[in-house]
């Protein structure tokens, strides 16, 4: 069974610039979750998505969005990129999503903002 | 709010030791735990989980965890460590009560094998 795939791998970008980066779940799995990697923060959580809607959102300013479509798969968007945003973005799968349910992550999208 | 504590951001163990990582939790009802693995240039790997039942939870490659709720703690075991246990290792919750699939992750703690 292929295992969550996010895409792109690597990313640069400059500051004002927008990015999409892409999860697909694995398959089956109906709630994808987002987290953000930094060395000075940690592992932070982004949003979660159910059946495409948003049904649980972390404490990020509205430049980050995402959605989630209805075979699954996922994308975050994050617009007039900044400095601190750059980050090891994490996308995680999870069967229904309840809470007792792990999730299982993807590799991640290194993103580079100059 | 639940929180996550991670006592040691490093530990350094040689080959063969014990390895203990310590992780305490904040939250004002029992939640579920996970520890992850990661390593460099990649995901997080599930390494166990506790819900319900018992207590010493046994995990992949020899890993095994006890959830104590008197002291609050689920800290991460592994009897003799090997030059792959190098990674970096996150306790995390979820909250039981809370709808969706949200976890809140400790700061992590880097795991050094000397040989």
């Known amino acids: 069974k292929a295992g969550v795939t996010q895409t792109p791998r690597y990313l640069i970008k400059t500051r004002g610039q927008q990015v999409t980066l892409s999860c697909s779940p694995i398959s089956g799995h109906r709630s994808v979750s987002w987290y953000q990697q930094t060395p000075g923060q940690g592992l932070q959580f982004l949003f979660e998505?159910?059946?495409?809607?948003?049904?649980n959102k972390g404490n990020f300013p509205g430049r980050f969005s995402g959605r989630q479509f209805s075979n699954s798969r996922s994308e975050m968007n994050v617009s007039t990129l900044e400095l601190g945003d750059s980050a090891l973005y994490l996308c995680a799968s999870s069967l229904s999503g309840d809470s007792n349910q792990p999730q299982h992550f993807g590799d991640g999208t290194r993103l580079s903002i100059l | 709010a639940q929180s996550v504590t991670q006592l040691g951001s490093h530990v350094s163990v040689s080959e063969g030791a014990l390895v203990l990582l310590r992780c305490n939790y904040s939250?004002?009802?029992?939640?579920?735990l996970f520890w992850y693995v990661q390593y460099p240039n990649q995901g997080l790997q599930l390494l166990l989980k506790y819900t319900t039942g018992a207590t010493l939870v046994k995990g992949i490659n020899g890993f095994e965890a006890e959830f104590k709720k008197s002291e609050t703690s689920f800290h991460l075991t592994k009897p003799s460590a090997h030059m792959s246990d190098a990674a970096e290792y996150f306790c995390?919750?979820?909250?039981?009560?809370?709808?969706?699939?949200?976890?809140?992750f400790g700061g992590g703690t880097r795991v050094l094998v000397k040989p």
């Open positions: 939250s004002s009802v029992p939640p579920y």
């Open positions: 995390a919750v979820s909250d039981e009560e809370a709808a969706g699939n949200k976890l809140t």
């Open positions: 998505y159910f059946s495409e809607t948003q049904r």
